[in-house]
């Protein structure tokens, strides 16, 4: 492919992605990010250019990569004099994780422009955003997809087309729902483990064996045995991401007692100024003698 890219949103997923891309052989030609120096230091790596403002992002690209914090953060940044000013042809992957309330509002802002959006939710981390074996899930306009596929078959060991814009974002916040409630489940058992005086690896070991093996088992039990919480997906993230799919449960009128209280064991991190830490920090709310 010969598009120009370009990425809002350079943080650890958006710029190993487009590390990965210019490993490729894409063309990266501009990254924009509201912290200018770490813009500033992507671009001199990939050989782009930081964009002045959003408009010259969509002036200098042909496809556009998002990947910002929250539904505000992607209202703001697709404003008619920004990413939408000239931007007729364009397409727009959008990989952050928001409501699917605001990819369709996104998904019509585009086409009142005459520009394209696709929905790229991401189940994976940094590690799969650097060597391209993110599992994306994507969702919009097939023949828009069809367009993109071998640009996003590039970033993804598993690709997924799924179906009209909001889906997408529908299964991925299903996908985070759980996995959070795994991780605060786990951390409940190990740090009860820890009040019973049970050897940790031993009980890993058999929860490894039977039905309470889990992803979350093998991603995060070391980390919350050793207090090691160093962040690949942090506990504000894991909120915002439950609180999505609670409110998508609100809105089917189903009860989900389980990830409402994940959620608000999410919350008490932040209120304890601890929403940086990955989210196996939940743990440090269940051994004993922690928080």
Do not use: W
């Amino acid at each position: 492919m010969v598009n120009k890219i370009a990425f809002v949103g350079i943080g650890r997923m958006g710029a190993n992605m487009a590390r990965r891309l210019k490993d490729c052989g894409y063309s990266v030609a501009v990254v924009q990010d509201s912290r200018e120096d770490a813009a500033r230091e992507v671009a001199e790596e990939l050989g782009a250019s930081v964009a002045t403002d959003l408009s010259s992002v969509t002036a200098a690209a042909d496809i556009i990569f998002t990947v910002v914090t929250d539904d505000e953060a992607m209202r703001a940044i697709f404003a008619q004099d920004a990413l939408l000013q000239h931007a007729a042809g364009k397409i727009f992957i959008n990989c952050a994780t928001v409501s699917p309330a605001v990819h369709e509002e996104i998904d019509a802002a585009c086409r009142e422009a005459g520009a394209h959006a696709l929905e790229a939710c991401m189940a994976s981390s940094i590690t799969q955003a650097r060597d391209g074996t993110l599992y994306l899930m994507i969702g919009g306009e097939e023949e828009i997809f069809k367009q993109v596929e071998p640009l996003l078959l590039d970033l993804s060991a598993s690709l997924r087309y799924i179906g009209p814009t909001g889906k997408a974002a529908q299964v991925k916040a299903l996908v985070n729902m759980v996995m959070n409630i795994n991780t605060a489940a786990l951390a409940e058992g190990l740090g009860l483990a820890q009040a019973l005086g049970l050897d940790l690896e031993m009980l890993c070991e058999v929860f490894s064996q039977t039905g309470a093996n889990s992803r979350v088992l093998e991603t995060d039990a070391a980390d919350m045995r050793d207090r090691d919480h160093d962040c690949f997906f942090s506990a504000a993230h894991a909120a915002k991401d439950s609180g999505i799919a609670n409110a998508l449960a609100e809105q089917a009128s189903v009860k989900v007692p389980l990830s409402q209280a994940t959620e608000a064991q999410y919350r008490k991190l932040i209120e304890l100024k601890r929403g940086e830490l990955d989210k196996s920090a939940v743990a440090e709310l269940t051994f004993p003698g922690r928080l």
